[in-house]
């Protein structure tokens, strides 16, 4: 089963907007990661966040994780049409032990209308 | 660097063919990962490795073999392909126990298989 669980599944928003995704999950986590999807492509890893930050920053991207609520969100500002793609959120169960094993989500389809 | 490659780009089998799924990594990551990825649906992990020779099981391991005789190869086999196979196959590497917790993972470009 999915850990974590992105919402909503598709985000359409016009050039410039600001775009918010969230992720829920379930158990303890070391960290939690974010990844942008392209149209048939791979993952590319976006920011990661450990357990013990409420905040962080890339850029334009602002990322924050509320362990008491087992939930984080993902704020892209000035979006572009460039940022057009699928935002997946992956956590790092503190179960998962050496393995370092992330579990995804299934994703945010994020579509910026130019 | 060419960073995380896959070979092939895409394939298709009939039921009951075997095949194998190359990727390769060029930045000396210790851990390797195989993740499948359906419509609509995030990665599944199928196999991974903490390291040279070593292979451990995902969340989908039926149906697959995997093996990592050298450190930047890993390598996924389907010994009898089914069509419920069919799916998006994703390589990935990280450096591996130099945190705590999971590190930042690089990702190939991806197989696009189908199995008819």
């Known amino acids: 089963s999915q850990q974590g669980e992105e919402d909503p599944q598709a985000l359409s928003i016009q050039e410039g907007e600001n775009a918010t995704m969230n992720c829920s999950y379930k158990?303890?986590?070391?960290?939690l990661q974010w990844y942008r999807q392209n149209s048939g492509r791979g993952l590319v890893h976006l920011i990661l966040?450990?357990?013990?930050?409420r905040e962080k920053h890339s850029g334009r991207l602002r990322v924050t994780l509320d362990t008491s609520k087992k939930s984080s969100s993902l704020l892209i500002t000035a979006s572009r049409a460039a940022d057009t793609a699928s935002y997946f959120c992956a956590t790092d169960a503190i179960s998962s032990g050496s393995a370092r094993q992330l579990t995804f989500g299934s994703g945010t389809q994020l579509t910026v209308l130019p | 660097n060419a960073g995380v490659t896959q070979t092939p780009k895409f394939r298709v089998l009939k039921t009951g063919q075997s095949m194998t799924l190359l990727c390769a990594q060029d930045m000396n990551h210790e851990y390797m990962y195989w993740y499948r990825q359906d419509p609509g649906m995030g990665l599944r992990l199928i196999h991974y490795?903490?390291?040279?020779?070593?292979?451990a099981k995902g969340e989908v391991p039926d149906g697959y073999n995997v093996s990592r005789l050298k450190k930047q190869n890993f390598l996924l086999g389907l010994e009898s392909a089914a069509p419920s196979q069919t799916s998006v196959y994703f390589c990935a590497s990280s450096y591996g126990p130099r945190t705590s917790g999971a590190d930042t993972q690089y990702f190939g470009p991806g197989t696009r298989l189908t199995v008819l």
């Open positions: 490795s903490v390291g040279e020779g070593t292979t």
């Open positions: 158990t303890s986590i070391n960290n």
């Open positions: 966040i450990r357990s013990n930050e």
